[in-house]
């Protein structure tokens, strides 16, 4: 897709399309017409093919989608056709949780986690290592990982980061409530979740729907 | 604040100011100018003036903005300043994580956790004890219970919220890989974490990067 120019809007409702198409797959569906996705996914028709028009023509007139072709190649825009290698620091609730989820079909799969108290030491997670803080850096030195879930607490989160870009971590998925993007290198990619904030959103939400 | 329209994506700004203002406030900060936190924040001051002008005159020329004021002042829009009740469905590393975050300052109190695994009976995780999913319909007749935090599988996701919705809930704050929104009476505001979409998110800005 070199070259081309997508709005960060329509970039932002592509995983919901590939999550869309991916289970049309499931069910073995073949082809859908802009206006049954439309009424599936609850957007309107127009606004599918005004989406999907940015990639070529994909759909055709009487014809509609190619479901497999279609989620091929949003999952290749998304960069999801190749595998990228991921550990998580914190072997916490939340860190377990992540690990639990399995995302190789998202193409990211986790290899090992960190954490620095000595209990989970040894310990193996769907299969997946826990290995003391301390070992992170000759870890890095003998395997390409690409991305780092960070599950720390916000006060030990930015010290992290930087250690991870240190030893060549491009991405970071960031659990910790802070803005790490302010204070890190900039070939570095950090995606945030702040929880906290999304439960803020649907607080708003709450009060301008029933006050 | 009833009939101010205030735009979607300064709403969307709100949590992290009320995040950059709570942390200013807990160093002792009293007054802070729109050109210091736009430093802070990597926001522009102008963005910042235009942003906080929607709340009224809290900025004054030569002063900046007064903390306390204008924290306790976004807490109010975010509906913050009052108390809601949540509790969790499933108790599994996503659900504990959630139960340990404690988010009684952002004005979510955890008072219960739910699961069907009968060897969560009787535990108890930072004070919140878990009962059996069986037990929910009764719990929430004699509980006023706002919000349910959802993080269960997504074939379990959208037959719970509609009991939920059901007994009354009125926000679900919803983990599950799934658009529960799409098929819950109105009255019910649903806030998604994706974090597979999240994922991917960070995928496709890898890729613009490094390729």
């Known amino acids: 897709m070199s070259g081309k120019e997508i709005s960060k809007a329509v970039i932002r409702r592509l995983p919901r399309y590939y999550r869309y198409l ?3 797959m499931n069910q073995g569906v073949e082809r859908i017409s802009s206006g049954d996705l439309s009424e599936q996914m609850q957007v309107t028709a127009s606004q599918i093919r005004q989406d999907l028009n940015n990639f070529g023509g994909f759909g055709q007139q009487g014809y509609g989608y ?20 991921m550990i998580i ?3 916490g609730n939340l860190g377990q949780a992540l690990a639990n989820y399995n995302f190789d079909k998202n193409g990211f799969k986790t290899i090992a986690m960190f954490d620095n108290n000595p209990k989970f030491q040894g310990s193996v997670i769907r ?3 826990v290995y003391m803080t301390e070992e992170l850096p000759e870890f890095l030195k003998n395997h390409a990982v690409d991305v780092a879930a ?7 989160a930015a010290e992290m980061a930087n250690v991870l870009a ?6 970071i998925w960031n659990f910790a409530h802070t803005d790490l993007d302010l204070h890190l290198p900039d070939g570095v990619v950090v995606e945030n979740v702040h929880l906290s904030e999304s439960l803020m959103q649907l607080s708003y939400n709450l009060e301008q729907k029933h006050i």
Do not use: C, F, S
């Not at 240190?166 to 991405?171: E, V």
């Open 127 to 129: 299969g997946i290592p």
């Open 150 to 156: 960070l599950t720390l607490p916000k006060q030990y």
């Open 89 to 91: 620091i914190g072997a």
């Open 22 to 24: 991916g289970d049309l």
């Open 66 to 85: 190619n479901v497999k072709n279609l989620y091929e190649e949003i999952g290749k825009i998304l960069g999801l056709d190749r595998m990228h290698y």
């Open 166 to 171: 240190d030893n060549g971590i491009k991405g």
